[in-house]
């Protein structure tokens, strides 16, 4: 069974930095994309950022040269390093993993973690 757990939410003000954190849990050997996305009170789910196991990344050109995406192979782990927030980055933000080898198969169907929310004050 495969889980992902979001941490590093939390209130701040405009032009602070945050540093979400994913861990995914279960018997995984590798996983091919991982990526943060973001909801807003009445908008859609949106990308964020996404990072392949190559380490190749894209963005939402909203928060290119604010936000960094890393992950951490090894522990199967994915960052988002937010800095110089804005009110409007608002929103719960959800970590996602797809193309998950487990010890038991290849899982190509996304997998999403609980959300984790965040809130910049102006």
């Known amino acids: 069974q495969v889980q992902l757990v979001e941490s590093g939410g939390g209130l701040v003000q405009a032009g602070g930095s945050l540093r979400l954190s994913c861990a995914a849990s279960?018997?995984?050997?590798?996983?091919?994309?991982m990526g943060w996305y973001r909801q807003a009170p009445g908008k859609k789910r949106e990308l964020v950022a996404t990072?392949?196991?190559?380490?190749?990344?894209d963005y939402a050109d909203s928060v290119k040269g604010r936000f960094t995406i890393s992950r951490d192979n090894a522990e199967n782990t994915v960052y988002l390093q937010m800095n110089s927030l804005k009110p409007e980055d608002t929103a719960a933000y959800y970590c996602?993993?797809?193309?998950?080898?487990?010890?038991?198969?290849?899982?190509?169907?996304?997998?999403w973690g609980q959300g984790t929310q965040v809130t910049v004050s102006s």
């Open positions: 996602k993993a797809a193309g998950i080898q487990t010890g038991w198969s290849y899982i190509s169907s996304d997998y």
């Open positions: 279960g018997r995984i050997f590798s996983i091919d994309d």
């Open positions: 990072i392949r196991k190559s380490g190749s990344t």
